[in-house]
């Protein structure tokens, strides 16, 4: 469920017509909905509310202050992958005794400033990081707090460049390696194992990989337990999917109702690092349609945002839905065509050979559920500035990020003296 629907034949976002946004900010922008992003904060947090736990949101979906701070207004703590995320975090008021860091390849500083943040744990991904972590605690005279990332040997059943849990990926630790890795670990004066990760994809449309690789984790904790080795937290993952085009993703409920009985009895503190389902479906792309270009075999409508600004079709070929502003244009006859922006590539596409109601220079489109995965990616590739992101709070607008004028495109760029 989200906050963005036609009303009066016009598409809003909560109690503002996306037009009005447009015209404030310009094209393209981002905008998100802080209805959508609180409800699905909960609908998240309520479905697991009869077993402890700690709603870790994956910042790397999006990571904007205003967006992280919501979530911490929320009761969320963050999954962080590196040391900006970390930075981010903590400036947004997220409390460091919720905050998580996973990645395969932490590097010394960014250690050291999560220990000195006293942050709850590391998701460690390697047997060489946990002897890096263990190296950087003892310099910093304190006591790390890790969880191993279990690679369960899961098929997600999803994109391959998303999937994370198979035996050929470089993510987390064989579990038939585990209970060597966290022997060693405890063995360490300055690591404090605390607990078991695992998260297998992103983007996923079944319960049945979480189950399957939960049991494995859970067989895990008994085998650790029995060489006394005590894990007081489960971390779960992330990767719940969301709807972009037919999908029918579980719901947080059913993934509560289906892992539950696996967990419950265990009397271990849950973490869960969703991303994609708290703000994939809180977001659009806003952009207007430039030129209409008639091909030899394809018609084009060229738009003023591109793979620059949201990458994911041109990445994984990811369907966006893409809806007109103004309801009546979605009434005219229909004509296949790609929706295409301004960069100099042909992997530069929003949409392929898409079925699509005549639009008109000039017209707005909304990009949807763009909020996960969409700005977070974004760069300056052929000089284009970075545009906004809006965030809408019942009939208000607030800009949460400006657009990037030219001389922040060379911020930090020098000519040396020898050129001079
Ligand atoms: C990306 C990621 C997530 C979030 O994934 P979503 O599919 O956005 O929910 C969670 N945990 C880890 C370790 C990740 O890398």
Excluded at 16 to 30: D, H, W
């Amino acid at each position: 469920m989200h906050n963005f629907e036609y009303r009066q034949g016009e598409f809003y976002c909560e109690q503002v017509p996306v037009s009005r946004i447009a015209k404030e900010v310009g094209t393209p922008c981002y905008v998100y909905s802080h209805a959508t992003l609180i409800r699905h904060f909960h609908a998240y947090d309520g479905a697991f509310k009869n077993i402890p736990h700690i709603v870790a949101f994956a910042m790397k979906a999006n990571s904007n202050l205003a967006v992280l701070r919501v979530m911490a207004k929320e009761g969320s703590g963050v999954d962080i992958v590196s040391g900006g995320e970390l930075f981010r975090a903590l400036k947004a008021g997220v409390p460091p005794s919720k905050i998580v860091f996973a990645g395969v390849g932490k590097d010394a500083g960014e250690i050291a400033d999560a220990l000195k943040a006293d942050i709850l744990m590391f998701n460690v991904e390697s047997s060489a990081e946990i002897r890096a972590i263990n190296d950087v605690a003892a310099s910093v005279g304190k006591k790390a707090r890790i969880a191993l990332r279990i690679n369960p040997d899961v098929d997600p059943k999803t994109h391959p460049y998303i999937s994370t849990g198979m035996k050929k990926s470089k993510f987390g630790i064989a579990a038939d390696r585990a209970l060597e890795e966290y022997k060693m670990a405890a063995s360490l004066s300055h690591i404090e194992v605390v607990g078991v990760h695992a998260h297998i994809g992103s983007q996923l449309t079944e319960v049945t990989p979480f189950v399957d690789s939960l049991k494995k984790v859970v067989g895990l904790i008994g085998t650790l337990k029995a060489q006394g080795i005590n894990i007081q937290y489960l971390n779960i993952g992330g990767g719940l999917g969301i709807t972009y085009s037919e999908e029918k993703p579980p719901l947080p409920q059913d993934l509560s109702d289906a892992i539950s009985p696996i967990v419950a009895h265990l009397g271990l503190t849950l973490v869960m690092e969703p991303g994609r389902v708290i703000v994939g479906n809180a977001g659009i792309l806003v952009t207007k349609a430039l030129y209409l270009k008639e091909g030899e075999a394809k018609n084009f409508v060229i738009v003023d945002a591109a793979m620059n600004d949201l990458l994911r079709p041109s990445l994984y070929g990811a369907y966006h839905e893409i809806k007109p502003v103004n309801e009546e244009a979605g009434h005219r006859a229909k004509q296949q065509v790609d929706i295409v922006g301004p960069v100099c590539e042909s992997g530069d596409f929003l949409a392929k050979d898409r079925l699509l109601a005549a639009v008109k220079p000039g017209e707005l489109m909304a990009v949807m559920s763009a909020g996960a995965y969409g700005f977070v990616m974004a760069s300056n590739y052929n000089s284009r500035p970075r545009i906004p992101e809006v965030l809408v709070q019942g009939e208000d607008i607030h800009v949460i990020r400006e657009r990037e004028t030219y001389e922040d495109l060379v911020k930090g760029e020098m000519i040396p003296a020898f050129l001079k």
